[in-house]
């Protein structure tokens, strides 16, 4: 099982010492909406995600991968077809990757 964006910027945070408010202060957010997205209760923006990594010191772009792939897998979950169309959207993903 992949982990949660929620569990890792919990655990982060937990592991350094600080406090939902402190985290929640400095990026700005509510405490309230910062305890749901490390529950999983509600999805943070790129940019909530991107201020939080910041403070927490965690890499950009393993925070990143992470939160387009749970971005992506809560989208298309419950499609009957939803592995298929990962595949097309990888071979899409390639082909504007060379075009650009």
Same mark, same amino acid.
Do not use: C, H, P
């Given at each position: 099982?992949?982990? $949660?964006?929620?569990?890792?910027?919990? $655990?982060?945070?937990?592991?350094?010492? /600080?406090?939902?408010?402190?985290?929640?202060?400095?990026?700005?957010?509510?405490?309230? /909406? /910062?305890?749901?997205?490390?529950?999983?209760?509600?999805?943070?923006?790129?940019?909530?995600? /991107?201020?939080?990594?910041?403070?927490?010191?965690?890499?950009?772009?393993?925070?990143?991968?992470?939160?387009?792939?749970?971005?992506?897998?809560?989208?298309?979950?419950?499609?009957?077809?939803?592995?298929?169309?990962?595949?097309?959207?990888?071979? $899409?993903?390639?082909?504007? $990757?060379?075009?650009?």
């Amino acid at each position: 099982m992949v982990e $949660s964006i929620g569990n890792k910027i919990r $655990s982060i945070r937990e592991t350094k010492g /600080l406090l939902l408010r402190q985290v929640a202060a400095v990026v700005e957010i509510d405490q309230a /909406l /910062l305890s749901k997205i490390e529950r999983g209760e509600r999805n943070a923006t790129r940019y909530q995600i /991107l201020s939080i990594a910041k403070f927490l010191k965690i890499d950009e772009a393993e925070i990143l991968t992470l939160w387009l792939g749970q971005k992506i897998a809560n989208e298309i979950k419950d499609e009957k077809y939803a592995k298929e169309a990962l595949k097309v959207a990888e071979k $899409s993903i390639k082909y504007f $990757s060379k075009t650009i």
